[in-house]
Every structure is written in structure tokens, then in C-alpha cells.
């Protein structure tokens, strides 16, 4: 059984900081992708950062700059650094964990996700 556990979210001011959590259990962490979505109220899951077992990142330009994605292969978990947060970052925020990997980058022929963890920025 694959399990994606996200934590770290809350209700911060503009301007703030957060770091979000996802811990993996059931498998290794080698040899995929792991990232970040996010949805809001009436919006559609939009990417927001994505890094491959490589150590590539990629983000999306709403986030560029602000938010940095990372990864402890020992602990099976990947991170997301969001400062300088804005009232548009509200929103559910979900981990997921997809391959394979190529050269291009990471494809989502397979994949998991967790329950997400809610961001509030006011």
C-alpha cells in the first residue's frame, strides 16, 4: 500500500511563510517524480512545482521565486518553501508521486497523491 502524508499547512498573513511536508511509505523514492498541485474554491488543479529523481525542478510562473521545492531521499520526503505568500496561494494543496522518469523530464503514466493540506493566506 503506497501512502502520500502531507503537513505543514495553516492560515498565515501576505507576506509570510510556510513549508509543506510530504512524507511517502510503501515504496522508495528513486527512480520517479514527486510534486505539488494545488486547487481552490471553483478553480481547476493547477501544477505548482515538480522535481524528478534527478534533482530537476520545475515550477510554475505564479510561484517562480517564491516557492522551492526539495527532497530527502533517506526520509522518503519532499518539501515546498513558500515565502512571501499571496492571498491567490489559498488553496488545498496536494502531493503527489508519478513517473517514470525521462529525459525530457517526468511523465505521469502512473501516479499517487495524497489528501492535501489547506493553505490560507489573508
Known amino acids: 500500500h503506497v501512502q502520500l502524508v502531507e503537513s505543514g499547512g495553516g492560515s498565515v498573513q501576505a507576506g509570510g511563510s510556510l513549508r509543506l511536508s510530504c512524507a511517502a511509505s510503501g515504496y522508495s523514492n528513486s527512480m520517479y517524480c514527486m510534486g505539488w498541485y494545488r486547487q481552490a474554491p471553483g478553480k481547476e488543479r493547477e501544477g505548482v512545482a515538480v522535481i524528478s529523481s534527478d534533482g530537476r525542478t520545475s515550477y510554475a510562473d505564479s510561484v517562480k521565486g517564491r516557492f522551492t521545492i526539495s527532497k530527502d531521499n533517506a526520509k522518503n520526503t519532499v518539501y515546498l518553501q513558500m515565502n512571501k505568500l499571496k492571498p491567490e496561494d489559498t488553496a488545498m494543496y496536494y502531493c503527489?508521486?508519478?513517473?517514470?522518469?525521462?529525459?525530457?523530464?517526468?511523465?505521469?503514466?502512473?501516479?499517487?497523491w495524497g489528501q492535501g493540506t489547506q493553505v490560507t493566506v489573508s
Open positions: 503527489g508521486a508519478y513517473g517514470p522518469v525521462v529525459p525530457e523530464g517526468c511523465r505521469s503514466d502512473w501516479g499517487y
